[in-house]
C-alpha cells in the first residue's frame, strides 16, 4: 500500500458515489450507461471470487464487498426503479462483443491457467473497455449533466493514480505483472481525450462534445 494505490481506491470509489448521487438527487438515470455499470460489476465480481477465501486486510474485504455492492445497487436504480428514465436508445453499444473479446484474450494469454486466474484475467481485459458504452452513449447525445463528468473524470483520476502506484511498486518492490500494466495503460487512453474535454467543459465553462 502506498499514497497512489489509497488515493486511487478512494477516487474510484467517489466515483460511484457521484453516480448513485447522482441518480437519487435527480430521480433519474438519463445520461448514463447501464451496459457499462453491468460490465463493471461482471469485472469485480469475477475479481474478487476470493472474497471469502482468501483474507488480505480489513480495508481489502471491505473495500472489495463495498465496490460489489455499490455497482449492484447502481444496476438496480438504472433498470428497476428508475428505469422509467433509462435512455435505452442512446446505450446502444455492442457491449457483448466486449465480453466475448476479454474472455477469449483471457483464455489464451493469462499467468495460469486455472479458473480463477482465467477469471482474474478476463476481469482486468474487461475493466480496460468497460467505460466504452458509457463514452459511446454521451457521444451519441452530445451532452450531460455536470455530475456524469465528474462522474467520468474520477474514474480516469482512479486509474492514473493506479499506474503511479505501479511505477512506485516496480521502483521500490520490483513488482511487475505484464497483463495488468498494458490494461491500465489502454484503458488510461480512452480518458486522456476526455480530460482535455473535461478541463475545457468544467473547467473553463466551454461547451463539451464528446467523438469516438
Known amino acids: 500500500m502506498n499514497v497512489f494505490r489509497l488515493c486511487g481506491d478512494l477516487s474510484h470509489l467517489f466515483a460511484i458515489v457521484i453516480l448513485i448521487f447522482k441518480i437519487w438527487r435527480t430521480k433519474s438515470c438519463a445520461g448514463l450507461s447501464g451496459k457499462s455499470q453491468i460490465l463493471f460489476a461482471l469485472v469485480f465480481i469475477t475479481r474478487y471470487l476470493d472474497l471469502f477465501t482468501i483474507f488480505i486486510s480489513y480495508y481489502n474485504t471491505i473495500m472489495k464487498a463495498v465496490y460489489i455492492l455499490l455497482t449492484l445497487l447502481t444496476i438496480y436504480l438504472i433498470y428497476g426503479r428508475f428505469r422509467s428514465t433509462y435512455d435505452y436508445d442512446y446505450d446502444t453499444f455492442y457491449s457483448s462483443v466486449l465480453i466475448v473479446g476479454s474472455l477469449v ?85 480512452f480518458y486522456l481525450d476526455f480530460f482535455y474535454l473535461y478541463y475545457t467543459r468544467i473547467v473553463k465553462g466551454k461547451g463539451l462534445t464528446l467523438e469516438i
Do not use: D
Open 105 to 189: 484474450l483471457a483464455a489464451f494469454l493469462n499467468e495460469a491457467t486455472t479458473i480463477l486466474e482465467i477469471l482474474w484475467t478476463f476481469s482486468i481485459y474487461l475493466e480496460s473497455v468497460a467505460i466504452l458504452p458509457q463514452l459511446y452513449m454521451l457521444s451519441k447525445k452530445g451532452e450531460a449533466e455536470t455530475i456524469t463528468y465528474h462522474y467520468l473524470f474520477a474514474l480516469g483520476i482512479y486509474r492514473a493514480l493506479y499506474l503511479c502506484n505501479w511505477v512506485v511498486r516496480y521502483h521500490y518492490e520490483s513488482w511487475f505483472q505484464l497483463i495488468p500494466t498494458v490494461a491500465g495503460c489502454v484503458q488510461t487512453v
